[in-house]
């Protein structure tokens, strides 16, 4: 079930840029939403009101018209979409039968030449219309193949684009790469095409990953089955396993425990022999389904043990070793165990040693935090915890992260036994802001 739209962040960037214009009427006060909608009318083969921008500047349209989008650029002389906010948060309006509109969008950095504006085409996917994703800017031509390892590296920078500017700014370049890659893929065979398919799973589990942070939870499903179909036909039994583990997280969201705990176990028991690594993250959403379905806690803590043990015995060069990125995630998911299993003072300090360490991208600094301020909540630091979440707020609306706003109001209602405080009355503010 999607997010209402009026659930969605607010448009901050748009807000900021409007009231860092001088109104034109020279009375040294801010630019209103009325005065802006003057001022981009008159560039505008119809006019605009007050009321529209409003609406922009809560969240309601992310991805105003083209025609729209280039008045109020001009009208707040801003340099880019990006700059306002704005950003494909859901699939395109069609201008007409079998036109949908494409966006203005960056290329990738480094993309170069291969990045050109192209329609979206359904049969690239395999998929009937009525269920193709949304249009997206395309890598390359129809003629051209390109190369697995390439398209691996542009999917990274799209991971560190999501992390410094969120989901939002992510997604339709990841849709560009998936639509590059399943077309490349139609026209070559053997390896070369089990690459590319590989590559193609794993675009499609993160832009599930990126639906989830957006709170599209319909697309997600969409995206994570596409993932392993293509690792399937791919014959990569390690992806498979890995998007497994994927879909189990994806319960946790929802809440249904006991589709956390299988979708762990088909992964763990499954017809292939995973790597370590994944191994002690199923092993840990296992330890997470346990908490949820009432287990002890000590029952959670063994397998919170089984998992250390396996990034332990890890090549201590490698990224999944010890001190590397993967224990980090890690040490993340073990504190969700422990908050499950009521065991929340011991989950607090932990998500406080990995946050404290660094490393974590802007984003999932803001959505652990979240998460650390559910577990002060309940281990009965109000103010603490407060003061966290206020800050994750912050951090999610400017990351357009629904997963982290959805923690922070979890937050929010543990702290209601302290409704009087000071802490936890700004955080209900800041969260009725929001909405």
């Not at 193709?132 to 990274?156: F, K, N, Q, W």
């Not at 806690?297 to 990224?319: F, H, I, K, M």
Request: glycine share 8%; hydrophobic share 40%.
């Amino acid at each position: 079930m999607s997010v209402r739209w009026s659930d969605r962040p607010p448009n901050d960037q748009l807000r900021r840029a409007r009231l860092a214009m001088l109104s034109p009427s020279g009375s040294g006060r801010p630019m209103s939403r009325r005065e802006l909608a003057e001022l981009a009318s008159a560039l505008l083969p119809n006019p605009i009101d007050e009321k529209y921008i409003g609406k922009l500047e809560r969240g309601v349209c992310r991805w105003p018209s083209k025609a729209h989008r280039r008045a109020i650029r001009q009208a707040l002389d801003a340099r880019n979409d990006h700059d306002l906010g704005f950003f494909v948060s859901r699939p395109l309006r069609s201008d007409g039968p079998g036109q949908p509109e494409v966006g203005e969008r960056a290329p990738i950095p480094g993309a170069g030449s291969l990045v050109e504006l192209a329609r979206f085409a359904p049969s690239a996917w395999g998929v009937g219309a009525e269920n193709a994703p949304p249009p997206a800017v395309a890598y390359g031509t129809r003629r051209e193949v390109l190369d697995a390892d390439d398209l691996r590296g542009r999917l990274d920078q799209c991971k560190i684009m999501d992390g410094s500017a969120g989901p939002g700014a992510a997604l339709p370049d990841v849709l560009a790469l998936l639509t590059a890659t399943a077309e490349c893929a139609k026209r070559v065979r053997d390896d070369r095409r089990a690459r590319l398919l590989s590559v193609a799973a794993e675009g499609a589990e993160f832009a599930g990953w990126l639906c989830r942070d957006l709170g599209e939870l319909a697309s997600a499903v969409y995206w994570y089955d596409r993932a392993m179909d293509w690792a399937q036909e791919a014959q990569n039994l390690t992806l498979q396993g890995y998007v497994l583990v994927k879909k189990s997280q994806m319960a946790f969201d929802a809440r249904d425990a006991g589709r956390v705990r299988a979708l762990a176990d088909a992964a763990l028991f499954g017809p292939w022999n995973i790597p370590d690594w994944l191994r002690a993250e199923a092993i840990l959403q296992r330890a997470l389904g346990l908490a949820m379905t009432g287990e002890g806690a000590g029952e959670v803590e063994r397998e919170v043990a089984r998992a250390e043990a396996l990034l332990a015995r890890a090549d201590p060069a490698s990224e999944c070793g010890p001190g590397g990125p993967w224990e980090r995630t890690l040490r993340l998911r073990a504190a969700a165990c422990l908050t499950e299993a009521g065991r929340p003072r011991r989950a607090a300090d932990l998500f406080d040693e990995v946050i404290s360490a660094g490393g974590l991208s802007r984003r999932d600094e803001g959505f652990f935090q979240a998460r650390r301020s559910t577990a002060l909540a309940l281990a009965g630091e109000p103010d603490e915890a407060a003061s966290m979440a206020l800050h994750a707020v912050m951090v999610g609306r400017a990351t357009s992260s629904s997963r982290t706003l959805k923690v922070v109001s979890e937050t929010a209602a543990v702290l209601d036994r302290w409704r009087d405080r000071s802490g936890p009355r700004a955080l209900r503010d800041a969260l009725a802001a929001t909405g």
